[in-house]
Nanobody, 122 residues
Framework: QVQLVESGGGLVQAGGSLRLSCVAS???????VGWFRQAPGKEREFVAA????????YYTDPVKGRFTISRENAKRTVYLQMNSLKPEDTAVYYCAATYGANWPNTREYDYWGQGTQVTVST
C-alpha cells in the first residue's frame, strides 16, 4: 500500500514559479510517478511522469520547457518544478503511482494523492 501527499501549491502571479512535492509512504521506490491536474469543469489531464529510476521523463506539450519532474527515492519524494506559470495552469495538481507503461492514462495508476491547488493570477 502506498500513500501519497502533495504539497507546495498556492497562489502565484503569471510568470512566477512553484515547486510541488509528492511524499510517499509504503513501498514507493519501484513505482513510476505521474503528475496530473484538473481544472474546474474539466477532466483530469496528464502533466508529467518519471520512471522509478529517474532516468526517463515525459511531459505533455503545453508544459514542455516550463515544468521539470524529478525524484529523490531516498526521501520518497517526487517534485514538479513549475516555471513561467500561466493562468491556464490553474488547477488542482495530483501525483499518482503506477507500475503501468501508459503514463498519460489515469487508469494506469494505482495510488493517488489528495491534490494541491495551484492558482495563477494575471
Amino acid at each position: 500500500q502506498v500513500q501519497l501527499v502533495e504539497s507546495g501549491g498556492g497562489l502565484v502571479q503569471a510568470g512566477g514559479s512553484l515547486r510541488l512535492s509528492c511524499v510517499a509512504s509504503g513501498g514507493f521506490s519501484r513505482y513510476d510517478v505521474g503528475w496530473f491536474r484538473q481544472a474546474p469543469g474539466k477532466e483530469r489531464e496528464f502533466v508529467a511522469a518519471i520512471r522509478w529510476t529517474g532516468g526517463n521523463t515525459y511531459y505533455t506539450d503545453p508544459v514542455k520547457g516550463r515544468f521539470t519532474i524529478s525524484r529523490e527515492n531516498a526521501k520518497r519524494t517526487v517534485y514538479l518544478q513549475m516555471n513561467s506559470l500561466k493562468p491556464e495552469d490553474t488547477a488542482v495538481y495530483y501525483c499518482a503511482a503506477t507500475y503501468g507503461a501508459n503514463w498519460p492514462n489515469t487508469r494506469e495508476y494505482d495510488y493517488w494523492g489528495q491534490g494541491t491547488q495551484v492558482t495563477v493570477s494575471t
